[in-house]
């Protein structure tokens, strides 16, 4: 794809702006040198309106953390259109920092980052160990099967005293009710030795997370934009990627879960030109670039790994299935 179609989806970020991936062995992002011989790797401007007269922006806690998941150019977009969260809780052992949450009106997406504030407190932010779980903020009643979770800890995400994690949990499907506030809530499970009558050996323990949660945003804050397949089915595309959720969704059961395979992924323009979201040089696992659930299953996502302008975007191509206005 040559440099000037790429533009035309992108809002024509020029090549100072080109930024690597990071890859798996860790690497902090840094500039590239040269252009990338497939073409220009950016993140796109957010065609988000922002109100006369305001400049200044919230940048990011964890802004190196984050854009582990977002790129730097990325995460310097998320600042600019005012999608820096923010919100920390700390209970004297550990705190959480929300860096950033955003809703396509089908999935939450973000970054959370816990942080160690007491040396014993650091073995206990180990992604191996913490756990969440997603509840009715109301009565803490379990929402379960959710369709989401987190994930992360990746290279330079995670160092002694840190880890920042990517989380993506559904507004509503037939599980969750999406009237209600839903509150993601940490703790770690403790071996007792006895079982609890259904096989578990483990409890719950709060020890060095009383008090740390956050409530769920569910309302969108993010340019979006409804694409279309021949059969009727619907995929919401926003800057960060595409998803797909029915509220008829249900759970499979006694079926084992398998992973999606993604064959084909192209963002395509209004003028045709097309970036292949599969074959962007890449330098090893982009970690923004996840996916969730299958297509056409009720209950799908996919992050493309960079930002893009929506606006700019007429329709999306996955697995062969093209999905237009």
Same mark, same amino acid.
């Given at each position: 794809m040559k440099e000037q179609e790429y533009?035309?989806?992108? /809002? /024509?970020?020029?090549?100072?702006?080109?930024n690597e991936y990071p890859a798996n062995s860790g690497r902090k992002v840094t500039s590239l040198k040269k252009r990338a011989t497939i073409g220009i790797i950016v993140a796109a401007a957010m065609a988000i309106v922002i109100p006369? /007269? *305001?400049f200044a922006f919230t940048q990011l806690t964890h802004r190196e953390k984050v854009s582990v998941y977002y790129t730097e150019e990325g995460v310097q977009k998320l600042e600019e259109n005012m999608l820096? =969260? /923010?919100?920390? *809780?700390?209970n004297g052992k550990i705190r959480l920092t929300v860096d950033v949450e955003m809703c396509d009106g089908n999935f939450i997406q973000g970054v959370y980052t816990l942080t160690a504030l007491t040396d014993d407190a650091k073995e206990h932010i180990n992604t191996m160990?913490?756990?969440t779980k997603l509840v009715y903020a109301d009565t803490g009643e379990w929402i379960y099967p959710v369709g989401g979770g987190s994930e992360g800890g990746f290279g330079p995400a995670m160092d002694d005293d840190e880890v920042s994690i990517t989380f993506l949990y559904p507004v509503n499907n037939a599980y969750i009710d999406g009237s209600r506030t839903k509150r993601l809530v940490f703790f770690e499970y403790a071996e007792t030795g006895e079982s609890d009558g259904y096989g578990n050996?483990? *409890?719950?323990?709060?020890t060095y997370y009383e008090g740390i949660y956050f409530d769920l945003m569910d309302e969108v804050n993010v340019p979006t934009k409804t694409l279309r397949s021949v059969d009727g089915t619907e995929i919401v595309v926003s800057p960060y990627g595409v998803s797909q959720l029915d509220e =008829?969704?249900?759970?499979?059961?006694n079926e084992s879960l398998t992973e999606m395979s993604i064959d084909s992924f192209n963002v395509i323009s209004a003028d045709g030109e097309v970036i292949d979201i599969l074959s962007l040089p890449f330098e090893g696992r982009v970690y923004g670039l996840s996916f969730h659930g299958e297509p056409g299953s009720g209950n799908f996502s996919y992050g493309f790994g960079i930002v893009l302008n929506v606006d700019g975007i007429s329709? *999306?191509?996955i697995n062969g299935v093209t999905f237009t206005e």
């Open positions: 533009m035309k989806i992108t /809002g /024509g970020i020029d090549e100072r702006f080109v006369a /007269g *305001v820096a =969260n /923010g919100y920390t *809780v700390e160990t913490t756990r050996m483990v *409890v719950e323990d709060y =008829n969704w249900a759970y499979p059961e329709s *999306v191509e």
